[in-house]
């Protein structure tokens, strides 16, 4: 049988592979059920990475819960689909709705992982990506555990990608970056 590692390898893609296995394998050396947050839901591009899963595989190996919000009913009802049949419908909950009005009334506990992967990056809207997903960042931290990681995708560009303003928001508030490649993995211990 598999493990969890080994899921998230194989779901991941090769451009995730690594950032998600090692997200993964912090979230579970925690040791406790978790809470994990994403941004922006399977929109039915495995290719992709197949994070929506990931998170609720997670949720099942810690006992704890998933949330995922997108803004897209189409990716919303994807998700929906794709976690039920795989069994993991009652360990992930998907919210229809803005990200960011999600994230600025949270009432579901302190969060362990965020994965922010909102508002697709375009070279043709870089200003938009950045400061969306920094908005993000600005709500969710102050949910964040003491012990958590943030996950932040498409930033393999020369401008940050998404992750353009957010990564330095994220260092000023004292959490360290672990890995940098298509994503950016931080952690606070």
Not at 36 to 43: A, D, I, K, N
Not at 85 to 96: F, N
Not at 162 to 171: D, E, H, N, Q
């Amino acid at each position: 049988m598999n493990s969890i590692l080994d899921n998230v390898r194989e779901l991941a893609g090769p451009q995730r592979c690594s950032t998600f296995t090692a997200f993964a394998q912090f979230g579970v050396n925690l040791h406790k059920p978790l809470v994990l947050v994403e941004t922006g839901c399977y929109r039915g591009c495995d290719y992709d990475g197949l994070s929506t899963v990931i998170l609720a595989m997670l949720a099942k190996e810690t006992g704890g819960h998933a949330y995922s919000v997108d803004i897209d009913a189409r990716h919303v009802d994807m998700a929906k689909t794709l976690i039920a049949e795989k069994s993991l419908a009652d360990l992930i909950t998907v919210l229809r709705g803005d990200s960011l009005d999600v994230l600025r009334s949270w009432e579901f506990g302190k969060i362990d992982l965020a994965y922010l992967d909102s508002f697709d990056y375009s070279p043709m809207c870089v200003d938009a990506c950045q400061n969306h997903q920094l908005r993000e960042a600005t709500l969710i931290e102050p949910h964040m555990a003491n012990k958590s990681a943030f996950l932040l995708d498409d930033c393999h560009v020369s401008d940050g990608g998404k992750a353009g303003l957010s990564a330095p928001f994220i260092v000023r508030l004292g959490w360290t970056e672990t890995m940098t490649q298509y994503q950016r993995l931080f952690v606070r211990t």
